[in-house]
């Protein structure tokens, strides 16, 4: 089996400031991370690896700077780590970006056929969460997104038994191969690089394609020229300028606490049980 995974290094959200006066994110100074929903899908990855034998695959797209995304990936256990990577790619939205993975996928599987694709289910960076399901549709993947478990992967039989989180409860799908796959997170532990990995990834020769190398001929499909999204204003919000409440409760028990906090609710929102008794009646 050969299973790609997509990676994102992205800024460290936890350190992001907007500028106060252009309102643009100031990403001077901050530190970038491997996407942390793309750390779930690499693990699981991995684990298939270990499990019922395979290459992983890892590919990211971005400048230079992203190697160090890479040779983490490289640290914790993949065999492979392609940066795509050309000026041509700058500003991509998500249909630029997944148009170009997908080319790179392609040509991947000219020399070895991929049969799986792992993407997180979102970057903490754009929260769109459409890279992978566009990968899929450019590539006629089947598509799972939000899989808490992957129950069993049959190579021979070209067949995939996941569980997947939905509205109501957990939806147990079997599919054919090749897919793509977003794993939720918790759906695992991520492991520890072992020492001969973390040597092997600073020895290695990261591979860098640009447009040509991935196979894209109509580079009018990549970066600003093939992004349609347009970003009307970046901001922070506001912080909350109401401090919370504190209120004094005489009994010590759940049903105490909860009592007082439901009268204290209802006095400063007079009008809350007539809106909850008239929605009721609806």
């Not at 907007?18 to 899908?41: C, E, K």
């Not at 993949?78 to 997944?98: E, K, P, V």
């Not at 990834?201 to 001929?217: K, P």
Request: net charge neutral; proline share 5%; glycine share 8%.
């Amino acid at each position: 089996m050969h299973i790609v995974v997509c990676i994102k290094q992205v800024p460290d959200s936890a350190q992001i400031r907007v500028h106060p006066v252009t309102n643009t994110i100031m990403r001077q100074g901050v530190p970038t991370i491997i996407n942390p929903y793309d750390l779930f899908s690499l693990e699981e990855a991995l684990r298939l690896r270990d499990r019922i034998g395979a290459k992983v695959t890892v590919l990211t797209m971005g400048p230079k700077m992203a190697e160090t995304a890479l040779r983490k990936a490289l640290s914790l256990g993949a065999d492979r780590a392609i940066l795509l990577t050309d000026r041509r790619f700058a500003g991509s939205d998500t249909l630029a970006t997944s148009f170009a993975l997908a080319s790179a996928i392609g040509k991947i599987a000219e020399t070895e056929p991929v049969d799986m694709v792992f993407c997180g289910k979102q970057t903490i960076d754009g929260d769109t969460a459409q890279v992978g399901p566009g990968i899929a549709r450019r590539l006629g993947l089947q598509q799972l997104t939000y899989i808490a478990r992957i129950d069993s992967v049959d190579p021979a039989g070209r067949e995939i038994v996941v569980q997947r989180r939905a509205e109501g409860g957990v939806q147990v799908l079997r599919t054919a191969l090749p897919c793509m796959v977003t794993m939720l997170e918790g759906s695992n532990t991520i492991r520890f690089g072992t020492m001969p990995d973390m040597f092997r990834a600073a020895r290695a020769v990261i591979e860098e394609w640009d447009a040509a190398a991935a196979g894209i001929e109509d580079v009018m499909k990549c970066g600003l020229r093939g992004s349609p999204t347009v970003v009307k204003r970046v901001f922070a919000p506001k912080p909350n300028a109401k401090k919370a409440e504190q209120i004094e409760v005489e009994g010590k028990s759940a049903e105490d606490i909860a009592l007082a906090a439901i009268d204290t609710l209802f006095a400063a929102r007079p009008s809350l049980a007539d809106d909850m008794l008239r929605q009721a009646a609806e």
